[in-house]
């Protein structure tokens, strides 16, 4: 879901050096603290997110700390260009301020209006923790300010962004002041070939595929670097980088959605093994313990890491970077460029600190120096109420309003007693799961791929065309693919044709629309979890109205039947103009009723009685036979039947499960639903005459939410209350 350019930026105030002046552009800002330009904008979609995959422009910033904490204008500032790629990606970024460890990064165009505005965490100012490898608790946190750093950010080239603001995020003493740092200009790079992140291997850059489930433009690519390993200790690198993806899939979150990680292993020697104390040794990023005099930070060169990975990889195989470094010694960091030892323990701190840098997970430990403001952090909120997470606290046991969080003892509260992050080696749990699956999905479009590939498709009559739409699932198949002409729901699956035979001439509209509707995420206001694609068919008359005669209607049944009144229903018939429905009276079938629709609510006969009915379809060719008779009997009764009770689940199997509940008086039937997460619907899962009903043909690790209603004549019950049910792997 990335599609992946890169930029060359540089610094306005570098400008008159190259023989180039600014155009079309008034700095106001340079030494006073003010807001940013307004959000003056051509686009007609919002600034932080777009509707769909589109192309995006990778640009990498190099910041140095210096008077005013501004960017150095002497420093170029680097990033990378390369067209051939055609990664997707659909864009979100954050727009509200939260924090003074923020920056606000606004683009301009040609004509120097804002089209484009960002609020990302200020590379500048690192948080560092320390957590004891034997308790999992953390021993120490604080924040140290950097000398150099890199800005890294994508943004959409559709906006046609010429210019880059960048603003420090100061407390003010009436709130948040933006101060202005740096002007940047945007223009292309030179073109360069750089390989597809899709072989097994890139052996002469030392690339290797540890894990690859698809193209790198619709993946999450984690690459695993080595650092400290000497050309002999390489082959151990192989090894361990095994070892320590066995243990990051191992978490349950990151294993259920390992079909969305590609894995790299990237080889680079160095001239000596191991870590520096204090200072780097010789090796090839300099990593080295002590840095801001913390013991166990393990520190390296970050601008170096990216630069060697660019030269190596295309830009849309780096989304996660974790250096491991050939130590035993405990420690590792985080941010852009995650580090490790191989201490045992170092895998739950990496996990930890990509819950920071993947998924934007808050910290949920109450050391350190706090400030209650509301975070924009998933897990953190100083709503005594949780009202963040509110809509688990029916469906996860463990979660509910625990205060102290984000380096606060009281006044900002967090969803779980304990979890990975707080003490590592704890399990994520259902908040923190959940915004983890909402980031791999700002990488990934849950509809992978689709034919044919133009949007207009020209059909005569008689012809057939065939549409596919593949969707990115998980290890729980949780993603689905339905199709909607002319905004109808038509069919499920991977595949649809549209068969012109059983469509009169004219235009359509035909949507693929891919979700993931699994039960780890309630809440997805941005529409991550989903994605479509439309095609419009315009079919023209092939001469004749139809080529033959069709199809016997399917499916046919009664429904809702009332002491007076029902409903008959059939599935279309391929090629079917109008249905007639039948009943069976004086010893023959006459025609009933006629109509173009594929139901009929009936009025007719009364309490007691029994009437018989088909169906058969026609077109101007000719006529089907008909369907198998149904009867229909009209009950006689008083009052709807009272609510069930004592609904439970039994004799729980890996592919399926028995449901109870009592009988109810005056009952003739019961119906058990199942909740649809993917239409938000109760469905009908089986019709009963019995006061249980075994649930079978289930996957192994089926989640579903069940209810029962007890059916008379008369009408329906209330539901009883559902309840969750679980089939074992």
Sequence with gaps: MKRISSLVAVPLTTLALLGCEPQGFKDTTENSQTTPPPNDTTSDRPLSETEGPERLLDIQIRLEAGSGRSASGTDAVQARLDPVLTARAKHHADIEVTSSDQMVLVGLDRDGEEVYRAVVQDPLEREVEVFDPNTGSVEMKRKVEQSSALLRTKIPERLSVDRLKLYRVDDGAEGFELRHLQDVTVVPAPEAVQPRATSRSFDANGVYSVKQSGDSANRVDLVVLSEGYTQNDLAQFEQDVNTIVDGYFAEDIYSDYEPMFNVWRVEVASNQSGAGQGAPKDTRFGAHFGCYNIQRLLCVDEAEVFDYLRSVLPSNAIDKVLV????????????????????????????????????????????GTCRLREPNNANATTDPNGGKWSQWFDRAQNVGVYEGAMYCPTGMYRPTFTSMMKDLGQPFYAVNESQIVRSIYQYVDVLDGTAPAPSSITLEGGDTQTFTATSVNNHNGTAQVRWLLNGQVVHQGSRFDFVGADHTAGTYTLKAEARDTTDRVIEDPDNLLTASRTWTISLTDSGQSCDRAPAVPSAFA??????????????????????????????????????????????????????????????????????????????????????????????IQSTQYMLTWWPVDGAESYRVEVWNGYDRTWDELVTTTDSWSRIANLRAGTVQYVRTVALNSCGNSEATPYIRVQTPY
């Design 558 to 651: 009664s429904s809702d039947v009332g002491s007076d009144n029902f409903r008959l229903s059939w599935e279309s018939s391929r090629g079917a103009q109008r249905y007639h429905v039948q009943k069976w009276s004086g010893y023959q079938w006459y025609n009933f009723k006629e109509t173009t629709d594929t139901s009929l609510n009936v009025t007719s006969g009364q309490g007691g009685q029994t009437d018989y009915f088909r169906v058969y379809a026609e077109n101007d060719c000719g006529t089907s036979a008909a369907t198998n008779w149904i009867s229909v009997r009209y009950p006689v009764c008083t009052a709807v039947p009272a609510q069930p009770t004592g609904l439970q689940a039994q004799d």
């Design 324 to 367: 491991v470094v050939n130590t035993e010694t405990y420690g590792g960091a985080g941010g852009q460029v995650a580090t490790m030892s191989l201490a045992p323990q170092a895998i739950d701190l990496a996990l930890h600190e990509l819950g920071h840098s993947f998924a934007k997970l808050a910290d949920e430990y109450d050391y």
